[in-house]
């Protein structure tokens, strides 16, 4: 059963692709979101809000192109786990 | 990989030439190819209206308009063809033509552009396009992928699969090569652009029968012949769209 850490850790693993790694992990230091080289996150609380967190700001620093790339796959993933989305990725 | 001055036209293989824009802002790159045979030019998906000077700035560098003779379009989309009116006027300026090869289906929207060259229809011509020195250029259909009636070119002399959109990406991350992250930007692509796995998968399975020694998209990165087997499998389970959720 998929959780809100998976669902931001789709989005780190597709950003690492589209954005670059070494961008993806300035975003997620600049958010004081610990992740591990792999982009898997440090154990902790996540949910739909710290997604939305991130999502905006990728959408805000790097506009519609780098949310599309990780909307099809968190979209699925939620679909297919009953997880709420926020609007930005509706 | 060597890392490859993308100011210039860049040789990707004996007279084929990268003839992009690098744009490190824009998370979707355009590709557009030329390739020389003889005193025969082919141009794939040459690019958009904004993109153009730079486009031909490159292309200028590697050969001659008059030259220009077979302009290949994957598809309609402005991304890769709405230049294609500019081209016509500087050829046909200097006493030149090219013929433009695609898809009846596509050949119609196409016009739309305002195009006076004539069209040379892939499916009326037995799917192939044999220049005057005998090399033949093969065209594989790709139906709906993402407009259907897109299709591939496979050179059977460099062996290099032109496949327009299929084996795109989205990158800001780009490099002309693919980078060991290229999996999850072809991915992203695939999700955003093509209908369903079912679809891709039926299209995927006809490179088979191909020994490919380089992949060269419209969109991302080029990818190396070490790649082409592991990036076709990608694409056999890449799920893609399939109804965005509904």
């Given at each position: 059963?998929?959780?809100?850490?998976?669902?931001?850790?789709?989005?780190?693993?597709?950003?690492?692709?589209?954005?670059?790694?070494?961008?993806?992990?300035?975003?997620?230091?600049?958010?004081?979101?610990?992740?591990?080289?792999?982009?898997?996150?440090?154990?902790?609380?996540?949910?739909?809000?710290?997604?939305?967190?991130?999502?905006?700001?990728?959408?805000?620093?790097?506009?519609?192109?780098?949310v599309?790339?990780c909307?099809?796959?968190?979209?699925?993933?939620?679909?297919?786990?009953?997880?709420?989305?926020?609007?930005?990725?509706? | 990989?060597?890392?490859?001055?993308?100011?210039?036209?860049?040789?990707?293989?004996?007279?084929?030439?990268?003839?992009?824009?690098?744009?490190?802002?824009?998370?979707?790159?355009?590709?557009?190819?030329?390739?020389?045979?003889?005193?025969?030019?082919v141009?794939?998906?040459?690019?958009?209206?904004?993109?153009?000077?730079?486009?031909?700035?490159?292309?200028?560098?590697?050969?001659?308009?008059?030259?220009?003779?077979?302009?290949?379009?994957?598809?309609?989309?402005?991304?890769?063809?709405?230049?294609?009116?500019?081209?016509?006027?500087?050829?046909?300026?200097?006493?030149?033509?090219?013929?433009?090869c695609?898809?009846?289906?596509?050949?119609?929207?196409?016009a739309?552009?305002?195009?006076?060259?004539?069209?040379?229809?892939?499916?009326?011509?037995?799917?192939?396009?044999?220049?005057k020195?005998?090399?033949?250029?093969?065209?594989?259909?790709?139906?709906?992928?993402?407009?259907?009636?897109?299709?591939?070119?496979?050179?059977?002399?460099?062996?290099?699969?032109?496949?327009?959109?299929?084996?795109?990406?989205?990158?800001?991350?780009?490099?002309?090569?693919?980078?060991?992250?290229?999996a999850?930007?072809?991915?992203?692509?695939?999700?955003?652009?093509?209908?369903?796995?079912?679809?891709?998968?039926?299209?995927?399975?006809?490179?088979?029968?191909?020994?490919?020694?380089?992949?060269?998209?419209?969109?991302?990165?080029?990818?190396?012949?070490?790649?082409?087997?592991?990036?076709?499998?990608?694409?056999?389970?890449?799920?893609?769209?399939?109804?965005?959720?509904?």
């Open positions: 059963m998929a959780t809100y850490k998976d669902l931001i850790e789709t989005v780190i693993k597709r950003e690492f692709g589209i954005l670059g790694k070494e961008r993806m992990m300035d975003i997620l230091s600049d958010m004081k979101m610990k992740v591990n080289g792999e982009g898997l996150l440090s154990n902790g609380a996540y949910t739909i809000k710290e997604l939305e967190a991130l999502v905006q700001t990728l959408h805000d620093k790097y506009g519609a192109v780098a599309m790339g909307k099809v796959a968190v979209g699925r993933a939620a679909r297919d786990n009953g997880l709420d989305l926020p609007s930005i990725l509706k | 990989m060597k890392k490859s001055d993308l100011t210039k036209a860049v040789e990707i293989a004996d007279g084929i030439y990268w003839v992009g824009f690098d744009d490190p802002t824009a998370g979707f790159r355009c590709n557009p190819y030329i390739l020389n045979d003889g005193d025969e030019t141009f794939f998906d040459p690019g958009s209206v904004p993109h153009f000077p730079m486009v031909l700035e490159k292309t200028l560098q590697v050969t001659t308009l008059n030259k220009i003779k077979h302009v290949v379009v994957t598809h309609q989309d402005p991304d890769l063809c709405s230049a294609i009116p500019r081209f016509e006027e500087l050829v046909t300026g200097i006493g030149g033509a090219f013929d433009i695609t898809h009846t289906r596509a050949s119609v929207l196409i739309y552009y305002g195009t006076i060259s004539n069209f040379y229809r892939v499916d009326a011509n037995d799917w192939k396009l044999t220049l020195s005998g090399r033949t250029l093969r065209f594989i259909f790709a139906p709906f992928l993402h407009f259907p009636a897109a299709f591939m070119t496979y050179d059977e002399k460099s062996k290099i699969l032109f496949s327009g959109d299929i084996f795109g990406g989205l990158s800001f991350d780009w490099s002309l090569y693919a980078n060991e992250h290229y999850e930007a072809m991915k992203a692509w695939h999700e955003n652009y093509m209908p369903s796995n079912h679809i891709l998968r039926h299209t995927i399975n006809k490179l088979d029968k191909f020994e490919i020694d380089m992949i060269a998209p419209q969109h991302g990165s080029i990818i190396p012949k070490k790649d082409v087997k592991n990036y076709i499998e990608i694409l056999k389970n890449c799920e893609c769209g399939e109804f965005y959720f509904e």
